[in-house]
């Protein structure tokens, strides 16, 4: 296992405000859930109900083949999240990480404070882009960890129980590495771009790993999991972690869930690539719903551009077409996500010329 050290470099400097954890708010069967977290305009959503309706599905050992990677590119293109199935990641290694994640969330709370955000930094255990006072709450709890590159974590942050949770995480985040290089590739293929240019932009990625827990809630109804957001990344690697489904994906104004396939990775398109493709590829707005009855859990993998790059639509690509999105160092980039709450497609609308 590689060594772990305390970064001497700071990724970030921003924090997020304080709120109550929600897997202890959920253990007190509360009659009537706090106002923070009520949503009153989700009871206009529209959600599916055409079962047939469904993310495509890509076989990663056939993307040798025409075929497969035409069915890659139209995922991408029109669709913007798809379901990626012999993937090359041991089972094990994604069954590992799904045990020690769920003991993780098991332990008493004081022992998952521990781990506890602090002021100025986003890693730790607690909740993303809580930003105001009055802004609403998301229905979840997260332990949020930079995987890579190693001299970027900040060891303070990573749990020490269960015991093995350090080298799991390393096993899995070198793993899903691999996985998004080889999906570059592809991409950049698809896209008729230069495969190594794009590749230089992610040889140092940096790679965040998410941990969700979705307590159950008897007024799910009325909460939501995640907020409606398109991620900020890349690539997201997203390994559900039990059987519960929740994540829905915006199509066509309406709110399509996805049904995870056993030992899938749910892969989607981030603003980055959107901006990096000029367009090509779209990031998707989705969110997460709640189950009345049952907990969910998810680990989403962050696939971002190395810092000291610029974020903006690739060279050739603008060759052939006008720009249609600003370049920024990608610190910038980070800078404007981390400091705003979830808000749909926020980044593309700022980043749009």
Same mark, same amino acid.
Request: glycine residues 4%.
């Given at each position: 296992?590689?060594?772990?050290?305390?970064?001497?470099?700071?990724?970030?400097?921003?924090?997020?405000?304080?709120?109550?954890?929600?897997?202890?708010?959920?253990?007190?069967?509360? $009659? @009537?859930?706090?106002?923070?977290?009520?949503?009153?305009?989700?009871?206009?959503?529209?959600?599916?109900?055409?079962?047939?309706?469904?993310?495509?599905?890509?076989?990663?050992?056939?993307? #040798?083949?025409?075929?497969?990677?035409?069915?890659?590119?139209?995922?991408?293109?029109?669709?913007?999240?798809?379901?990626?199935? @012999?993937?090359?990641?041991?089972?094990?290694?994604?069954?590992?990480?799904?045990?020690?994640?769920?003991?993780?969330?098991?332990?008493?709370?004081?022992?998952?404070?521990?781990?506890?955000?602090?002021?100025?930094?986003?890693? #730790?255990?607690?909740?993303?882009?809580?930003?105001?006072?009055?802004?609403?709450?998301?229905?979840?709890?997260?332990?949020?960890?930079? #995987?890579?590159?190693?001299?970027?974590?900040?060891?303070?942050?990573?749990?020490?129980?269960?015991?093995?949770?350090?080298?799991?995480?390393?096993?899995?985040?070198?793993?899903?590495?691999?996985?998004?290089?080889?999906?570059?590739?592809?991409?950049?293929?698809?896209?008729?771009?230069?495969?190594?240019?794009?590749?230089?932009?992610?040889?140092?990625?940096?790679?965040?790993?998410?941990?969700?827990?979705?307590?159950?809630?008897?007024?799910?109804?009325?909460?939501?999991?995640?907020?409606?957001?398109?991620?900020? =990344?890349?690539? =997201?690697?997203?390994?559900?972690?039990?059987?519960?489904? #929740?994540?829905?994906? $915006?199509?066509?104004?309406?709110?399509?869930?996805? $049904?995870?396939?056993?030992?899938?990775?749910?892969?989607?398109?981030?603003?980055?690539?959107?901006?990096?493709?000029?367009?090509?590829?779209?990031?998707?707005?989705?969110?997460?719903?709640?189950?009345?009855?049952?907990?969910?859990?998810?680990?989403?993998?962050?696939?971002?551009?190395?810092?000291?790059?610029?974020?903006?639509?690739?060279?050739?690509?603008?060759?052939? @077409?006008?720009?249609?999105?600003?370049?920024?160092?990608?610190?910038?980039?980070?800078?404007?996500?981390? =400091?705003?709450?979830?808000?749909?497609?926020?980044?593309?609308?700022?980043? $749009?010329?």
């Amino acid at each position: 296992m590689e060594t772990m050290v305390q970064s001497t470099v700071p990724l970030e400097r921003f924090g997020y405000l304080p709120v109550d954890n929600v897997q202890a708010l959920a253990s007190k069967n509360l $009659k @009537n859930i706090p106002s923070r977290y009520i949503r009153p305009e989700i009871e206009s959503d529209v959600v599916s109900a055409d079962e047939s309706l469904q993310i495509p599905v890509i076989d990663m050992s056939k993307l #040798g083949d025409d075929d497969e990677q035409n069915k890659l590119h139209f995922a991408c293109k029109e669709w913007g999240f798809f379901q990626l199935i @012999n993937h090359g990641v041991a089972n094990e290694v994604m069954e590992k990480m799904k045990t020690d994640a769920q003991e993780f969330f098991n332990l008493p709370l004081e022992e998952k404070m521990v781990c506890a955000q602090v002021p100025n930094h986003i890693e #730790g255990y607690g909740q993303v882009f809580v930003v105001s006072e009055n802004q609403k709450l998301d229905w979840s709890d997260m332990l949020f960890l930079i #995987g890579q590159p190693a001299h970027l974590r900040d060891t303070r942050f990573w749990p020490t129980n269960p015991p093995s949770i350090r080298e799991t995480l390393e096993k899995y985040t070198l793993e899903l590495h691999k996985v998004m290089i080889q999906l570059m590739k592809l991409i950049a293929k698809n896209l008729g771009t230069d495969p190594e240019m794009l590749l230089s932009l992610f040889e140092n990625e940096i790679q965040a790993i998410k941990m969700n827990y979705y307590p159950p809630c008897a007024e799910a109804s009325k909460v939501l999991g995640a907020s409606p957001h398109s991620d900020a =990344t890349a690539l =997201t690697i997203l390994l559900h972690a039990n059987e519960v489904e #929740g994540l829905q994906i $915006k199509r066509n104004q309406k709110w399509v869930p996805v $049904k995870p396939i056993p030992g899938a990775f749910t892969v989607n398109i981030g603003d980055m690539l959107e901006i990096l493709s000029n367009g090509e590829y779209k990031s998707i707005e989705h969110r997460a719903v709640v189950n009345p009855e049952k907990e969910r859990m998810s680990i989403a993998s962050f696939h971002n551009q190395k810092m000291g790059t610029q974020i903006g639509p690739l060279q050739d690509l603008v060759t052939r @077409n006008k720009a249609l999105y600003k370049t920024v160092p990608v610190e910038e980039f980070r800078r404007m996500k981390l =400091t705003s709450k979830q808000d749909g497609k926020f980044m593309i609308r700022k980043m $749009k010329l």
